[in-house]
């Protein structure tokens, strides 16, 4: 599966939150059905753990600016949070 293929189409089809505030708020509510994290995300404790509650999470092998460029923002990206993922296959996405 195409990550960034996927990501967009969860940005233009689904309900997405982009950011590591607005991501851990989604998981701690369970709102979050999967954070995508990348590899420079600050937070370490989401970069190390497989789960951050009971939400999955995906290790994005790239940085922030690389995440950024996947779902076609031009800012860097942390981590996001999938809420809905729409007509996206995101949510079968398994970590490397």
Known sequence: MDVAHAL?????TGRVKIGLTESLASAGTGEAKLLVVSSTCPEEKLRKE??????????????ASELGSACGKPFPISTLAIIDPGSSAILSVENP
Not at 53 to 63: I, R
């Open 8 to 12: 967009k189409l969860a940005l233009s």
């Open 50 to 63: 497989a789960k951050w509650g009971k939400t999955p999470v995906y290790h994005y092998e790239g940085s």
